[in-house]
């Protein structure tokens, strides 16, 4: 099978049909996308061993179900980065290749007809950020200030500034105008990271980066929430607590259904996502895209 691979660049190699343990699943790939997960291993943030598998999130059809796995061949289901086992792409192979196999704990059941959609695509988006309307029972009303400029952040930012007062603390990225025109707050991190300033009542850590990992908690007032999105990597990222008399809370919020995502998307334009995120039709043409688009993502043709 072909499996887009890196190995300080990404290529696209011959790879075995992998096998299947106990609680995994064997599934036919129907859409796959490189995510901030994949930006920070492409980038070297996050260094991973030659030859890992791409794709963070993905759409499979279940061709062969593990021993204890809950789901039957055929059946198509979601697949997100977290498991028990590991963070795929990082600790695991991705699903960036025409067979994948999954610890079963890292996928969620998508439904019967979810691949008819001819927008594949937006369903991956739709089960990234189905985790965001949870976040208005842990940040509404409150003062939040989100860590990074890139989608993720546009995306929930979007979806938040209508129930929380939203400041944004980033690198220079063609998203910081994006940004100030939903009318939230918008600082550089060149001039405002690890300074003194503001406190909030919430961060959330859309950044995989670790110098800005180790600055969230100190942004955070006494009693805050540091909220760690659900494709934010085990025990990767280092934070820093210089002030050991506060106290605050970490909540990593899961994954919601499909129409969670929906909800969450219809806050954001369609002519914008479709301007930054690139599908390709080929594993070949998902490295070409790359250059060019904030996010790819890969669908098979034929279902």
């Given amino acids: 099978m072909k499996a887009l691979v890196w190995n300080g660049e990404a290529v696209v190699e011959e790879r075995p049909v992998p096998p299947i343990p106990r609680g995994w699943v064997l599934g036919k790939v129907l859409a796959a996308s490189l995510t901030s997960i994949d930006a920070a291993v492409t980038s070297g943030t996050l260094p991973v061993i030659p030859g890992r598998v791409l794709g963070s999130y993905g759409l499979i059809r279940v061709v062969e179900p593990g021993v204890d796995t809950p789901f039957g061949p055929g059946e ?45 695509w937006k369903l991956l ?50 998203f910081l105008k994006r940004l100030a025109g939903l009318g939230v707050k918008v600082l550089s991190a060149k001039k405002h990271l690890n300074k003194e300033g503001s406190l909030f009542d919430a961060v959330i850590l859309c950044a995989i980066h670790s110098y800005m990992a180790m600055a969230s908690p100190t942004y955070l007032r006494s009693g805050g929430t540091l909220v ?35 909800e969450v998307l219809r806050s954001v334009g369609a002519d914008l996502l479709e301007s930054v995120i690139g599908v390709a039709k080929s594993f070949e043409e998902v490295e070409v895209l790359r250059r060019h688009y904030a996010r790819i993502t890969y669908v098979k043709q034929g279902g």
């Fill in 76 to 120: 198509v289901v979601g697949v997100t980065p977290l498991s028990s086992e590991g963070t795929l792409v990082i600790d695991l192979d991705g699903v960036m290749s025409e067979y994948a196999s999954v610890p079963s704990d890292t996928t969620i059941d998508v439904g019967k007809n979810i691949v008819k959609s001819a927008d594949l």
């Fill in 125 to 174: 988006l739709m089960l990234e950020f189905s985790f965001v309307p949870k976040l208005t029972d842990i940040v509404g009303g409150k003062d939040v200030l989100i860590l990074g400029t890139g989608i993720s952040t546009y995306i929930i930012a979007s979806f938040l500034k209508s129930y929380s007062r939203i400041t944004v603390i980033g690198r220079e990225s063609p």
């Fill in 228 to 262: 760690l999105p659900p494709n934010t990597p085990h025990g990767k990222l280092v934070l820093s607590y210089p002030n050991t008399l506060s106290r605050i809370m970490i909540v990593r919020p899961e994954h919601g259904d499909l129409r969670d995502g929906e």
